[in-house]
């Protein structure tokens, strides 16, 4: 900025009160200015969303005026830590202007924190904060910092339900390809885990496991089945087998004489108790098996994948 002062006055042998006064003028408005721009700064009132300031004595808002402001603790007045929303100041009292950032853009929720200095100058129409971070900046900080957590591959997981399609996870990062990964499947670690080991395939990774299996004769434990005589005489059948017994058949004759009968593997025969017959199927065969449910408790969240 330019300095008012005109060295040329007064003249030389005919200085006029009015020409020292006018300079003297100049300089103390330069002076002002300069100390508002260092020992000067005020300090902040009101809110961080409606920020007020004095200055002694106090400037008149005009083009390219420039301060600087001290932001002090206005977390109680404001209800909570930094701005949220776009934020004005008010000088001595007067208008409210609403502060950009030196791109002429908003300032974001958050910027305006305790223990800050503003320096601002007026641009005829809005308070401008020459050291703040330009959107354009701030934009390009965010996707550097995004594209170094999320490079090509990586996972990303959420359960904001807005990021529910590739394009609307591409439009909050601002960057790369997504798609969606892992549908209807938990994710296992790359390794050995002591019983399998787990490798990761090309591109999209090794799969496995089943949401529901259903049990063979093989998968079953031995165990046993228990059938009630025909009459009022005691019998049992046990088909839990043995090393050498297949089924074995415990019976009461009526006379409280107790014998038992054991089929052995090795026979195709049926013990001949003269009961009635009950047949078992132990392989499925006489009726619908169920498959079971062989998933963890889980809870569905959202896994998308940066492929490019």
Avoid: C
Avoid at 130 to 140: G, I, N, Q, R, Y
Avoid at 193 to 210: E, M, S, V
């Amino acid at each position: 900025m330019a300095s008012i002062i005109d060295p040329t006055k007064p003249t030389s042998g005919s200085a006029l009160t009015s020409d020292v006064r006018s300079n003297f003028g100049n300089a103390k408005t330069e002076i002002e200015s300069s100390l508002r721009l260092h020992k000067d700064a005020a300090t902040a009132a009101g809110t961080y969303n409606t920020l007020t300031a004095s200055y002694a004595p106090s400037p008149t808002l005009a083009d390219k005026i420039r301060v600087l402001l001290k932001v002090p603790d206005l977390d109680s007045a404001s209800g909570g830590t930094g701005n949220t929303a776009e934020s004005t100041l008010s000088i001595g009292g007067g208008s409210a202007k609403t502060i950009k950032r030196q791109d002429g853009s908003a300032i974001v929720d958050g910027q305006i924190k305790k223990g800050m200095y503003l320096d601002l100058v007026y641009d005829g129409t809005n308070w401008i904060w020459l050291d703040s971070v330009s959107s354009v900046v701030a934009e390009d900080i965010k996707i550097i910092t995004l594209k170094a957590l999320y490079p090509t591959q990586s996972i990303y997981i959420t359960a904001n339900p807005a990021h529910n399609t590739a394009g609307n996870v591409a439009t909050f990062f601002g960057f790369g390809t997504w798609a969606a990964h892992g549908e209807g499947r938990i994710l296992v670690g790359v390794g050995n885990n002591g019983t399998n080991t787990y490798a990761f395939g090309a591109g999209t990774g090794t799969t496995g496991g089943n949401d529901n299996v259903t049990l063979t004769t093989e998968n079953m434990a031995p165990h046993r089945h228990q059938t009630a005589g025909d009459d009022a005489n005691e019998q049992s059948i046990d088909t839990r087998p043995t090393a050498t017994t297949f089924m074995s058949v415990t019976g009461d004759d009526g006379d409280n004489s107790r014998g038992s009968y054991h089929l052995a593997r090795s026979s195709l025969g049926e013990p001949d108790i003269n009961r009635t017959s009950t047949t078992m199927d132990n392989d499925g065969g006489s009726f619908t098996q169920t498959p079971v449910d062989n998933r963890s408790a889980f809870q569905v969240v959202y896994m998308w994948r940066r492929t490019a």
